[in-house]
């Protein structure tokens, strides 16, 4: 396998977008379950930085791999946004629309003789931590025997630093090779990782604003170089602490966190508002949720976000 058109270099930095470009953000929630209100507080933060700066935010549902996906939470996740008010705009876009614009992208990387098969299983890999650290390299794609077997499809890595400057946490980086090794890009089982879905349909709709959970911020150095790999320009990036529930876990579905209760709206997004430290309006201007939303769209402040890890709901 060839690897002369990888990106090189000791230290690789993203150009950042330029001001004068309209905001795009979106909010990209997976099906797996109903909102939360962890969720809430993803989703709100993205609206409010969008319309803070007249921008637009985007809807994408993340269902690439059907057996974690809850064909209710489709239907439910866009009516919990609007129950509290949070309107897209455009069409609400699907990942699972988009299987043949990933195949592209994966003959485009081809082309560029950065992609090959893989039979690694994760016993195979245990020794390096399970990271794939250029142990297939030397399969050529193009022959029979390569693709016989049922295998993965990843994207061979530099062995530099790659980072960004996140709005809230600051700079954040690390080594691809010791740190995340080869990332596979289209599972050995059929389905198309996240990671190169996550960046071709940010890209194709035009983001240039990512607000999203802490737990995401360690893909985003490995997403950066895949854009760059792609010459792709790369967004910024805001990453949110993580609501916690009482247990110290963080609140998501796995943990059996509590759909959010349509009922009370109002409380909700100011619950959501007060985790961000974000400045609350008064009770006149409390009553409903555009007039919750609108006075937290006039007073948003990035600022004011709290950099630590997690906190306690």
Same mark, same amino acid.
């Given at each position: 396998?060839? *690897?002369? &058109? ?27 379950? #109903?909102?939360?209100? $962890? ?15 007249? $921008? ?5 549902? /993340? ?21 509290? +008010?949070?309107?897209?705009? +455009? ?12 195949? /592209?992208? *994966? ?57 960004? /400057? ?29 990671? *190169? ?15 999203? +959970?802490? &737990? ?9 170089? *895949? ?5 792709? @320009? ?11 529930? #009482? ?17 009370? #709206? ?15 309006? #008064?009770? /006149?201007?409390? @009553? ?26």
């Amino acid at each position: 396998m060839l *690897l002369r &058109d990888i990106p090189n270099g000791q230290q690789r930095q993203p150009i950042f977008m330029s001001i004068n470009r309209p905001y795009i953000g979106r909010f990209a929630p997976t099906p797996s379950g #109903p909102l939360h209100q $962890g969720s809430l507080v993803a989703a709100l933060a993205s609206y409010l930085d969008a319309h803070h700066h007249r $921008g637009k935010w985007l809807l994408r549902m /993340e269902d690439l791999d059907p057996p974690r996906e809850d064909r209710a939470a489709s239907e439910l996740i866009p009516q919990q946004l609007l129950a509290h +008010g949070l309107k897209w705009h +455009g069409a609400m876009t699907y990942q699972s629309h988009n299987h043949r614009r990933y195949q /592209e992208t *994966l003959a485009q990387l081809k082309g560029k003789n950065l992609l090959f098969p893989c039979t690694c299983s994760r016993k195979m890999l245990a020794a390096q931590a399970g990271l794939h650290q250029g142990d297939c390299h030397s399969l050529d794609p193009d022959q029979p025997t390569a693709t016989a077997r049922p295998h993965a499809w990843r994207l061979p890595v530099s062995d530099e630093v790659w980072w960004c /400057e996140d709005r809230v946490y600051g700079h954040y980086g690390h080594n691809l090779m010791n740190a995340v090794g080869d990332p596979v890009l289209k599972r050995k089982d059929g389905p198309y990782a996240y990671q *190169l879905a996550v960046v071709v349909d940010d890209h194709d709709a035009g983001i240039n604003q990512v607000v999203r +959970g802490l &737990d995401l911020l360690d893909n985003t150095p490995r997403q950066l170089y *895949l854009m760059a790999c792609l010459d792709y @320009e790369p967004p910024q990036y805001l990453h949110l602490p993580l609501m916690l529930n #009482p247990a110290g876990q963080k609140l998501s579905k796995q943990n059996k966190a509590r759909a959010l209760d349509l009922s009370t #709206p109002l409380q909700n997004l100011l619950s959501a508002l007060r985790f961000l430290q974000q400045p609350l309006p #008064p009770a /006149e201007l409390s @009553e409903h949720t555009q007039q919750i939303l609108d006075w937290a769209i006039r007073h948003w402040r990035v600022a004011a976000i709290p950099p630590h890890r997690a906190g306690v709901m």
